[in-house]
């Protein structure tokens, strides 16, 4: 059994916006009609309370929480103030608490109490941007339709440029193939953000992602090094990463990219998105239910339940639920077909919800990645520019290495 160490609390249910590609309101998965819309102080406390229990029991130094909704900043800044207070008391002196929180942004502007609260308890703040204006109210509209871009680059400003620049963790972009991939990183820069990262959109082999309509069988074999079919997704992420490693200085993070290299080169990574560690996350519901990672709601109505919550279940029960041992298998738990696969340390088969399909077994999660072919092309093209420069820095010092 795997201790969690990030705890993902949905304190709001609804979302000010109405992107089109959002998992939480558009997927299959539409749990959230019975949720309350906020985690009521009770629920607070009694998920606070289990929290510093499993740190306690798993000895764990510390704990990562993460807030997130729907929109958690509907709370408003005094009941968000009250969930922070909560969780600081029940860990004080029992481990040390980090907290960020994922936002649209739009609140940060309009309600400005809401930055003191988060700068009062160190919270720091991911925003959702998808680059440049264009690109990002293509999706990213308020339920009305207008675009959301203007109200989020107020908030960036403020949180990037005023005095809780400390408080700016950085930006997530959801991949639009039909975006300029440059253009996007490069209007994701203008908000000069510490680190962002790249989100391929959530899809499946019953439900394939955007311009692969066709993709809806996982292969037979591993991909070869050239797999043969599209890979717009490679494609789009190849160029960015070429615009951003071959930077005469460094721009900013792309955890994707770091990631892969890190694996690459013997490391860890922590992200669900690659890499074979063991999932440590778990997600609690408004109403208290305990669950996995939200991207699974876009497999099937239904998919991240477990059946427990944090009235009658410890988080040590839910570690223990077969749902997340069978994220903490490593290789053993890779689709057969990835683990003949020589990517597969740095690839693990890719995020877990990508590898739905409804006709593997043992279980739907037990294929590759709908983006094999283009996590493929990625680790490789990554690996390709890796061996060049430490052959080249190598040759530099010790005369030509062996490749
Ligand atoms: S999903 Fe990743 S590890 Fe599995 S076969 Fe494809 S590239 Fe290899």
């Known amino acids: 059994m795997v201790a969690f160490r990030q705890f993902l609390l949905k304190i709001h249910s609804r979302c000010n916006l109405a992107c089109d590609y959002c998992y939480v ?18 629920t607070v406390l009694r998920v606070a309370a ?12 510390e704990v990562h929480v993460v807030l997130h909704g729907g929109e958690p900043l509907l709370v408003g800044a005094v009941r968000l103030d009250a969930v922070l207070r909560t969780l600081a008391d029940a860990l004080d002196g029992v481990a040390a608490l980090h907290v960020t929180l994922q936002t649209n942004g739009l609140r940060l502007a309009e ?3 809401l930055l003191p609260v988060l700068a009062r308890h160190g919270v720091r703040v991911g925003v959702s941007l998808d680059g440049t204006e264009a690109g990002h109210d293509r999706h990213r509209r308020r339920p009305d339709g207008r675009g959301s871009h203007a109200g989020v680059a107020r908030a960036l400003r403020l949180l990037s440029e005023g005095p809780h620049r400390a408080l700016y963790a950085g930006l997530l972009c959801t991949i639009d193939l039909t975006a300029d991939p440059v253009e996007t990183y490069e209007a994701l820069l203008e908000f000069a953000p510490p680190r962002l990262d790249l989100l391929l959109p959530h899809a499946t082999w019953h439900t394939p992602p955007p311009g692969l309509p066709g993709r809806t069988a996982p292969p037979r074999t591993a991909p070869g090094a050239d797999p043969g079919e599209p890979v717009p997704y490679a494609r789009w992420l190849c160029t960015v990463f070429d615009r951003w490693y071959g930077a005469p200085r460094r721009e900013t ?13 013997g490391g860890s990574a922590h992200s669900e998105a690659v890499g074979l560690a063991p999932l440590d996350l778990v997600v609690v519901e408004t109403d208290g239910t305990i669950e996995q990672a939200d991207s699974l709601k876009v497999a099937y109505d239904g998919a991240p339940a477990t059946g427990l919550d944090v009235f009658r ?28 696969c020589p990517r597969s340390a740095v690839c693990g088969g890719g995020l877990y919800a990508h590898r739905y399909h409804p006709g593997t077994t043992p279980t739907p999660f037990a294929a590759p990645s709908v983006y094999c072919p283009d996590l493929a092309v990625l680790v490789d093209h990554i ?9 080249a820095a190598m040759s530099a010092v010790a005369g030509p290495v062996p490749s």
């Open 313 to 340: 279940h410890t988080f040590t029960d839910a570690a223990r639920h077969e749902a997340f041992r069978a994220r903490q298998r490593g290789r053993a738990g890779l689709a057969p077909v990835c683990g003949t």
């Open 253 to 265: 993070g792309i955890r994707l990219f770091e990631e892969i290299a890190a694996l690459l080169l």
């Open 383 to 391: 690996a390709g520019r890796l061996r060049r420069d430490v052959n």
């Open 111 to 113: 309600d400005p109490a």
């Open 25 to 42: 309101y558009e997927s299959a998965d539409q749990s959230w009609r019975d949720r309350p819309r906020a985690m009521a102080p009770g």
């Open 50 to 61: 289990h929290i510093a229990e499993h740190a306690r029991t798993h000895g764990l130094s």
